[in-house]
């Protein structure tokens, strides 16, 4: 198992829960998330910047190269 730091792009959403629930959604594509936060909101773009800590089997590294 390793752990990997990573930035994503959110859509901003009109709930909280549904923007939880798509920062969870689209880091689970990437390893098991350990912890993230939102670091930056583009107001304009609609866009949250999330940086988080995942972990990621090393059978699964083996698949993703």
Do not use: C
């Amino acid at each position: 198992m390793t752990t990997h730091f990573i930035s994503a792009e959110i859509d901003l959403q009109d709930n909280p829960i549904k923007l939880q629930k798509a920062v969870e959604e689209e880091l689970k594509k990437r390893g098991e998330p350990l912890r993230w936060a939102i670091t930056r909101v583009d107001g304009e773009k609609q866009k949250a910047q999330v940086e988080a800590i995942v972990t990621v089997q090393s059978a699964e590294l083996k698949v993703q190269n």
